[in-house]
């Protein structure tokens, strides 16, 4: 047994030491956390439009459904699998399946249509009048839920209804004729090619194209800047387009950064059952789990630091039970 593998041994059973603590703590944060954004954006008081707020409101409520279905009833129940051998009497795996595939494409392909509508409000006015609506947000989320729903029923019937609570790729029992079919290794890759290789690179389109406008309009206003006698008074415009442009990069930076590992770890692994042979260390798949979820839990961080007004209504609901403690303890 060389040392190579002994030392991948040691950081895989580091990893799954580490994630009895570290998936039930992302939980019980993850809730909560998208529970307040949920609460927060409904409002309507952070001075976004009501399109942008319907896309972050779908992201928050999609990715409370990815913690719920993922982490709490998957990833958990792996982790303490002596704790919950009582799922594998309780026939509603594919059910599961399905639901929690269909919740993970819905958060992903949210997220791609968020960008293409800052894409679409920052780099084309004309368009922008049309299509950057929330009757326009309604429908394209309202889309979405349906094609990822319908898509992913499929799981139904490849995966068996019995939990298998192990660390493999698949969590409910597979039958192994199913399993080792080409016919489903196909189907699998193609899952992951759509969530979320594609996004991944709609989002570097979108934001790539997003910049090279920012880019052109910038030079553009510093040469009518060099033109005009004295100062120019402030352009609300490109205030509007920078606030747009942070929110859009760091939302969609923080989600390619962290879906990264698992996207490749995933698209591998297919790609050895279909004979084309790569090997990964086990622990890899178990760092890009980790991301993937940690994902769901850091949009309501993002809108804290990018956005004051935000910040500015979670202050004001922390203080409201404390005050309302005080009046009533005077």
């Known amino acids: 047994m060389g ?5 991948k041994l040691q950081i895989l059973r580091a990893l799954q030491d580490s994630q009895e603590i570290y998936y039930p703590v992302l939980a019980a944060v993850g809730v ?33 459904l990815v913690i719920i279905f993922d982490l709490i009833l998957r990833q958990i129940p792996i982790v303490y699998r002596e704790q919950f051998r009582f799922m594998r009497m309780v026939p509603l795996c594919n059910i599961h399946a399905v639901l929690l595939y269909a919740a993970t494409d819905c ?16 780099c084309s006015p004309k368009l922008r009048a049309k299509y950057c609506t929330d009757k326009t947000a309604l429908v394209v989320l309202g889309t979405v839920t349906v094609v990822s729903c319908v898509k992913n029923i499929s799981w139904y ?12 790729p698949w969590f409910c029992l597979v039958l192994i004729a199913v399993g080792r079919s080409l016919p489903w290794a196909i189907f699998e890759f193609l899952h992951y090619v759509l969530t979320p290789f594609i996004p991944f690179l709609l989002i570097l389109l ?17 040469r009518l800047q060099r033109h005009s006698n004295g100062e120019s008074p402030p352009d609300p415009e490109m205030a509007n ?11 969609s930076g923080n989600f390619m950064v962290l879906w990264v590992v698992f996207m490749v770890c995933s698209i591998l692994r297919r790609l050895d059952y279909l004979g084309f042979s790569v090997s990964l260390p086990n622990f890899v798949p178990e760092i890009g789990f980790m991301l993937q979820l940690l994902s ?6 993002i809108y804290a630091i990018t ?9 004001n609901g922390v203080k409201y039970p404390i005050t309302k403690m005080i009046v009533l303890i005077r």
């Open 296 to 301: 769901c839990c850091t949009n309501t961080f």
């Open 241 to 251: 387009r920078r606030k747009s442009m942070i929110l859009l990069f760091v939302i």
């Open 307 to 315: 956005q004051r007004k935000f910040r500015d209504e979670l202050k």
């Open 32 to 64: 909560p956390v998208n529970l307040v954004t949920i609460a927060i954006l409904s409002r309507g008081k952070c001075g976004l439009s009501k399109c942008v707020t319907h896309y972050l409101v779908a992201m928050a409520a999609t990715d409370l």
């Open 3 to 7: 040392l190579g593998f002994l030392v």
């Open 206 to 222: 979108f934001n790539a194209l997003t910049v090279r406008s920012i880019l052109v309009a910038s030079r553009a206003r510093r």
């Open 107 to 122: 958060s992903v392909w949210f997220t791609v249509t968020f960008t293409f509508d800052r894409f679409i409000a920052i």
């Open 157 to 168: 019937f490849l995966y068996t209804s019995r939990y298998w609570l192990s660390n493999s």
